[in-house]
């Protein structure tokens, strides 16, 4: 898969970040804060599918930082709560999220860049973490925290590329969906298991599919974009 993005080297004190973000902008694809409650990540096809590609290069990108603007997406009217934008990390990376209001105002003057996935690979490292998302500890899965109006995801090469599949996921089967031709949303997937394990409440963190309005350019998989015309022959 090839993603248009726009490559940023902000500093915050000392140290220099290369930060990338979509381009364009997920404009139809909205998230809110998990932390103090549930965590709902809605997005349209185009959006899910670029996201699944943006954990894809996540994964196999340990010095970057993947932001995703979401902030400023086309308003939903749910899930209740605070947009957030998104950040991708490696936690090798020693990126904290206190520095990141700093690095975020140094996001200017961006370099348009073209990147490639490799579905392949994240798929095989992705179903590798499937195998073994019960047994494996703490550190091995995707470590949220919320700052400045912002979720951060910190994991690993196979917690971002089974991220990747789900959202992908979400991205392929949210159409079909029995309620999506009507608008509504579709709960297509979850990053949920990918979080720490609790024994108490836990934050959740689910995906869906939603059709951006209006809904004369959305048509279901298997159906045909356009209805063929009856003849004058035709009954």
Do not use: K
């Not at 970057?64 to 899930?79: G, K």
Request: with cysteine.
């Amino acid at each position: 898969m090839r993603l248009r993005t726009e490559e940023f080297r902000p500093r915050a004190g000392r140290y220099a970040f290369r930060v990338v973000q979509p381009r364009p902008a997920l404009r139809h694809t909205t998230l809110n804060d998990p932390i103090r409650d549930w965590g709902y990540l809605v997005g349209d096809h185009d959006g899910l599918a670029r996201l699944a590609g943006l954990f894809s290069f996540a994964a196999y990108s340990p010095h970057t930082v993947v932001h995703v603007p979401l902030r400023q997406s086309i308003p939903r009217d749910y899930p209740q709560g605070v947009p957030v934008d998104l950040v991708l990390a490696h936690q090798t990376l020693g990126l904290r999220p206190s520095a990141w209001p700093a690095l975020r105002r140094g996001l200017t003057h961006g370099v348009p860049r073209t990147v490639r996935t490799d579905e392949r690979r994240t798929a095989c490292h992705g179903a590798a973490w499937e195998e073994l998302w019960d047994r494996l500890p703490r550190v091995d899965r995707l470590q949220p925290a919320v700052h400045a109006r912002t979720l951060f995801l910190f994991g690993a090469r196979d917690t971002f590329a089974a991220a990747s599949l789900r959202i992908g996921e979400a991205a392929g089967f949210g159409p079909l969906g029995r309620r999506a031709a009507q608008g509504h949303d579709v709960l297509s997937s979850s990053l949920t298991t990918l979080l720490p394990l609790s024994r108490g409440p836990r934050t959740e963190l689910d995906v869906g599919f939603q059709a951006y309005p209006p809904l004369a350019h959305f048509t279901r998989p298997g159906r045909s974009a356009r209805r063929r015309r009856p003849t004058a022959a035709s009954p």
